[in-house]
């Protein structure tokens, strides 16, 4: 299974290539991306990368539910699930639906 992560542009080198990174926890992740499927991207640009492949440009609020979804997968594993702490824009759908005659 692969899994793809948001990953921010911050140097480009060349028209199909760019350093990306992403802070998790303490540590700093940096690898080399290809661009080739979204075209260029100006640094500063949000992208979900899998297998060292820029697969979509990402806005604020995608990025956001993909961050909460990571984060809940890792509490997961850690032990600490709360499921009032994630996904809280499907609840919000949920008690819609459910309110709903």
Known sequence: MCLSI????VALEGPD????????GT??????????LI???PPGT????????AREVLDDQERALIE???????SSRAGSYDSAQHFTDLSSRFNDWNRQP
């Open 27 to 36: 540590s700093l992740l940096r690898e080399q991306v290809n661009l080739m």
């Open 6 to 9: 948001p990953m921010q542009i």
């Open 17 to 24: 290539l760019a350093i990306v990174e992403r802070r998790q």
């Open 46 to 53: 949000w992208i979900l990368v899998a297998l060292g492949l």
């Open 68 to 74: 909460d979804a990571l984060a809940a997968l890792a």
């Open 39 to 41: 075209g260029p991207q």
